[in-house]
């Protein structure tokens, strides 16, 4: 069974940094696409960064893109995301998942991930 183990989150002043690491055991990059959601108390979860080898697609959401950046260390058997130039409303709870790779669906909905991390905080300071 494919479970996913999320560390790295924590407090961090506006324009910080931070990496989030997901450790991916039960299956590989190469057969699974791997998200990484956020949830702000009130709202709804929403795709940060999504990317699919297999199937080449890779996804930023509007909110992080130039900011934030997914990447890969095969060997760990590990995704992070660095997480740079912060903002408060950056403060969630952020989720890494996994789902099969080759199913069609968007790469950036929640809703198509069978496999969910414990999720780790992320809080941004103004």
């Known amino acids: 069974e494919v479970q996913l183990v999320e560390s790295g989150g924590g407090l961090v002043q506006t324009g910080g940094s931070l990496r989030l690491s997901c450790a991916l055991s039960?299956?590989?990059?190469?057969?699974?696409?791997v998200g990484w959601f956020r949830q702000a108390p009130g709202k709804e979860r929403e795709g940060v960064a999504c990317?699919?080898?297999?199937?080449?697609?890779?996804y930023y959401g509007d909110p992080v893109k130039g900011r934030f950046a997914v990447s890969s260390d095969h060997a760990k058997n590990t995704v992070y995301l660095r997480m740079n130039d912060l903002k408060p409303e950056d403060t969630a709870v952020y989720y890494c998942?996994?789902?099969?790779?080759?199913?069609?669906?968007?790469?950036?909905?929640?809703?198509?991930?069978?496999?969910w991390g414990q999720g780790t905080q992320v809080t941004v300071a103004s």
């Open positions: 998942a996994a789902r099969r790779a080759g199913i069609g669906t968007s790469v950036s909905a929640s809703s198509s991930y069978d496999y």
């Open positions: 990317f699919s080898l297999p199937d080449r697609v890779f």
């Open positions: 039960g299956g590989t990059f190469d057969d699974y696409t």
